[in-house]
C-alpha cells in the first residue's frame, strides 16, 4: 500500500511540474523581451511528450504536403499559415488525449537565423511546453530548441497561446 500511495504522489508531482500556469508564461516571455504583446487564454497547460510530438509532427507534414501545391508554396502560405496550423494539431492532439498542452504561436524580430529561416524581417512560429521545458519549435521544418537557448528570444514581439 505504501508503494501505491509513493507511486500515486510522485505522479502527481511529475504531472505537476511538467504543467505550467499562464503567469509563469508571462515572467519567462517578460524575462527575455520586456513588453512583448502575450495572450494567454486558458490559465494551465499540460505538456507534450517527446512520443506525442513526433506523431504531431508526422500529421502536421502530411497534411502540408497533401495541400501544398509546391511550386508556390512559400508564397501562398507562409510562416505564420503554419505556425498557427501546427498550433491546431497540438490541440488536437491534446482534445483526444484529454490534455490541453502548451503550444502557442511566436511572432520574432529574425534578427538571426533558426531552424533554416535566414536572419532579416519578422517571422511566426511555435513555443511549445515539451517534457517540462519550453521550447521554440520551426513549424516549417520542426527544429526544436530551448527558449532559453533561441537566437531571437530578445527580439520577440508577441505570443498567443
Known sequence: MKKLIS?????????????MDYKEVYGII???SEGADVHVY???????SERTLSYVIADHFGMMRRYAKLDKENELFDCD?????FKAMVSCYGMMFGENYECGVLTVKQEKAFGGTPAGGYHALNVILIEGVLNVLEPQTYEF?????????DNIMGLIL
Open 7 to 19: 507511486i500515486i504522489t510522485l505522479t502527481a508531482i511529475a504531472a505537476a511540474a511538467y504543467g
Open 30 to 32: 517578460e524575462q527575455y
Open 42 to 48: 486558458d490559465p494551465n497547460y499540460t505538456s507534450i
Open 81 to 85: 499559415d503554419y505556425a498557427f496550423t
Open 145 to 153: 530548441i530551448p527558449l532559453s537557448e533561441y537566437p531571437n528570444r
